[in-house]
Nanobody
């Protein structure tokens, strides 16, 4: 089992950057695929990015491709989401998720473990 805690959210202006972090408990972080999802008010939770166990493979939603980079540091049990050129439509609660072997990395229901989320608000 793994526990996840996100941090790094906040209120920024459009065009700014933020780096979100997700710290995981336990000694087996490297066995998990990690994903970032977001949920805006009144909308379903949507995929943002994911990264394989060793970091060699990354996946991005079309809506963020080119603006967002996911990375991980297995020695620190942490996954990051660097977000640049933020837009108002990026406003949402951002969640990190973990799963040992997600069937489809872009689907929320493929992940067993979730953090509590961190709010990102982008003013236009």
């Amino acid at each position: 089992q793994v526990q996840l805690v996100e941090s790094g959210g906040g209120l920024v202006q459009a065009g700014a950057s933020l780096r979100l972090s997700c710290a995981a408990s336990g000694r087996t972080f490297s066995i998990y695929y990690m994903g970032w999802f977001r949920q805006a008010p009144g909308k379903e939770r949507e995929f943002v990015a994911a990264i394989s166990r060793g970091g060699g493979s990354t996946y991005y939603a079309d809506s963020v491709k080119g603006r967002v980079t996911i990375s991980r540091d297995n020695a620190k049990n942490t996954v990051y989401l660097q977000m640049n050129s933020l837009k108002h439509e990026d406003t949402a609660v951002y969640y990190c998720a973990a799963d040992r072997s997600p069937v489809v990395v872009t689907r929320p229901n493929a992940y067993d473990y979730w953090g509590q989320g961190t709010q990102v608000t982008v003013s236009s």
